[in-house]
């Protein structure tokens, strides 16, 4: 479900960050990110990341505001190397390595970020990085709104691309059936309904082709995007 996000490196947080890591004391023995930002640049840096991703989660795209995500640091925390600074303070407030994911402590489940656990970096080589690798070479989708492995992967591409939806239950596999309504790949069918509710109106004022260049357009800042993209492709081929 997740799209390759190209990150602005010349962006005021991508600024804000550099800044940080620049002015960062050699001798500070406390963590980057918790301890030397105070709750305020926290917060600011959050807004920005969520602005800078349309407001959608950067695992599974699902719409989210700065009162229900956390900032997520991709590559986890627990694989910084303390022992080399530059490494550990990319990982901790990289501007590359910090996005914005759903938050469990505002929903009645754990999904993308916060399902995650602990992570070695034998375990991270494993994950789909959205910011480093085009997620959708590896994914793909069926009709039910699961994600699932593409065809004609390498066995260690699929490999990869369970691991990684596994890893983030980005079909909400472990969650228990007594929230089904609000399961990932309910949620995907709820927005391709959402959005194809409007196309036949569209088709008949505008004709087939700019429709579709509208479609296209709307899906851009709208939830689940990927997976509303691909039905929308599937079923006009």
Known sequence: NMK???????????????????SYPSDFNKDPYK????AQERKAIRQMLLQEQNSLCIYCEKPITIEDCHTEHIRPQSTANK?????????LIGYENLAVSCDKNKSPFSTCGHRRGEVNLKLFKQFINP?????????????????????????????????????????????????????????????????????PNLIDKYGKEKAIELMKNALACNGFVSFVSWYYTHIFD
């Open 4 to 22: 390759k996000f190209i990150k602005n490196l010349h962006s005021e947080c991508a600024i804000k960050l550099n800044a940080c890591i620049d």
């Open 35 to 38: 301890d030397y930002l105070s």
């Open 83 to 91: 022992h080399n600074l530059q490494d550990y303070l990319s990982c």
């Open 131 to 199: 910011v480093k690798e085009d997620p959708s070479a590896f994914f793909s989708f069926n009709l039910k709104g699961e994600i699932k492995p593409r065809d004609n992967l390498s066995n260690n591409e699929v490999k990869r691309a369970n691991y990684t939806i596994s890893n983030l239950d980005l079909n909400s596999s472990k969650v228990d059936e007594e929230y089904a309504k609000n399961l990932l790949p309910q949620s995907r069918l709820n927005a391709k309904d959402a959005i194809f509710k409007v196309l």
